[in-house]
């Protein structure tokens, strides 16, 4: 397959792509509580999501993801966020949020962790990973709106999140 005209540089910034889902069912979200492997954020709660595969577009991987996270079959997600995420080096990421509604209930744990129904007025009680404080709530309200937002996320000194929202 040529590439030619599509004017890649590896010597400029990439980003790796990712998903994370959010699944609601009337006041509580989908979350996992990472495993004990997981370094820095183990035992938080997190989104769900993973790596978009090679060949594979945002929404399949999403689906493909909360499948092998929570065994649970979401064919509707809205795409209602794109983050890109600086990390201080090359490959960055680029985050694709989708919002989606449960209908069945049968969980399933995978290797990430293990899938909990949490109290979204409740999540402050949480050890949520550093972003999901941003992220959930611009998350849901693009869901209600119909909308998509746009953040960046960089890291400043310490190691601090910097997040950026574009309005």
């Known amino acids: 397959m040529s590439l030619d005209g599509q004017r890649l540089d590896p010597d ?68 209602c966020g794109v983050v890109t995420v600086d990390t201080g080096g090359c490959p960055g990421i680029g985050l694709f949020v989708f919002v989606g509604e449960a209908v069945e209930n049968d969980l399933s744990a995978g290797p990430e962790g293990a899938p909990n129904w949490l109290p979204i007025d409740r ?12 992220l959930i709530p611009q998350a849901l309200k693009a869901q209600s709106e119909n909308s998509v937002f746009f953040a960046a996320y960089s890291y400043g000194t310490g190691g601090k999140l910097q997040i950026t929202l574009t309005e």
């Open 12 to 79: 400029r910034y990439t980003v790796a792509p990712r998903t994370i889902s959010f699944i609601v069912r009337q006041n509580e979200i989908l979350l996992i509580k990472l495993a004990a492997d997981r370094e820095r954020w183990s035992g938080h709660y997190n989104g769900i999501g993973g790596h978009v595969e090679p060949g594979e577009e945002p929404l399949s991987a999403a689906r493909r993801e909360v499948l092998e996270e929570t065994g649970l079959s979401l064919p509707d997600q809205q795409l």
């Open 123 to 134: 999540l402050a009680d949480y050890d949520l990973v550093e972003d999901l404080d941003f």
